[in-house]
Structures are given as C-alpha cells and as structure tokens.
C-alpha cells in the first residue's frame, strides 16, 4: 500500500529539497537569462517571514512550494500579500495533483495567517505552472514586487477573502 501525500512545512535546507530546488533552477536556466530568474535561494527560505512546505509519500519528496509575507503597497491597493515562490513537483509524480493540493494547502497557511490577497510570478515559458495557476482560479494582473514587466514574466491573483 502507497503512503498517503501529506504536506507539511519543513525546513528548505534538507539535502532532498536543496537537490529538488536545484533541479528547479537548472531547468530554469534553460528558459531564462540568470536576471530573469526570480528565484529565493535556500537561504532566503529560511527568513522569518517565509512559509515553506514540502509534499511526500513517506519519506519520498514529490513537491514543494512557498510563500513568503509582503507588506502593503500601491500595486496591491494598500494590502498586504502572500507571494508564493518555489512550486515544484516532481517530474515523475506529475499529473497527480499534487500541484492543485500544494496550492490549496499555501493558500490554507495563508489565510490561517490572516493573509487574504495571494500573488505569484511565473514565466511564460512555464506552460504548464501557468494552466495550473489558472485552474486554481488565478487571474492575471500587472507586475507588482518590483518585478519587471519585461514579456517574459507572468503575473497572477486570487483573493483569499
């Protein structure tokens, strides 16, 4: 019998989730100059105001994702936000939903910090994040952040209220 998928916050500096996040970024490369890439290091991951969770079967990793506290600002009309950063599933667990669940499972730790206002960047090259972002009822809106509005990045919402 397959263990059941559980996600849960763990720290982004176990060997796993570093070789995970780093295959991540190799893949990346390959999409995007290094000043394109909107990454958060391990370390960055590790700052108070980030919230990190990992989804595995067991003892094996199958996806991560994040998001770190924002304050308010005029992009977003005052509000504060939660930006998720760092979704990945494993190539070999795809189809799954484990993509849809991590989402979900963020969007819980969100609003149980008292967050009501979620966005994210992604690339446009990054067919697939940008179907799923869309299927969990994302919409596109401006760049915020300080990200540059540069036509290779994608910027999505979703109200949490």
């Known amino acids: 019998m397959k263990p059941a998928l559980v996600i849960q916050a763990e720290r982004p500096d176990q060997p796993d989730v570093v070789a995970a996040l780093g295959a991540l970024d190799a893949y990346l490369a390959t999409l995007y100059a290094p000043e394109d890439n909107h990454i958060l290091d391990v370390q960055a991951l590790l700052a108070s105001d980030v919230v ?4 595995r079967e067991g003892s094996r ?18 509000r504060q936000y939660a930006e998720i950063k760092r ?62 509005d540069n036509g290779l990045s994608l910027f999505f919402e979703k109200s949490l209220a």
Do not use: N
């Open 61 to 78: 990793l199958l996806g991560t994702g994040a998001f770190r506290h924002m304050p308010a600002s005029p992009e977003t009309e005052g």
């Open 87 to 148: 979704m990945v599933v494993d190539p070999a667990a795809r189809g799954r939903g484990i993509g849809a669940q991590m989402i979900a499972a963020l969007e819980a730790a969100m609003q149980q910090a008292g967050c009501t206002l979620a966005l994210l960047e992604t690339g446009r090259d990054q067919v697939e994040a940008v179907r799923l972002y869309g299927r969990a009822g994302y919409r596109r809106r401006a760049a915020f952040g300080g990200y540059p």
């Open 52 to 55: 990190f969770l990992v989804a």
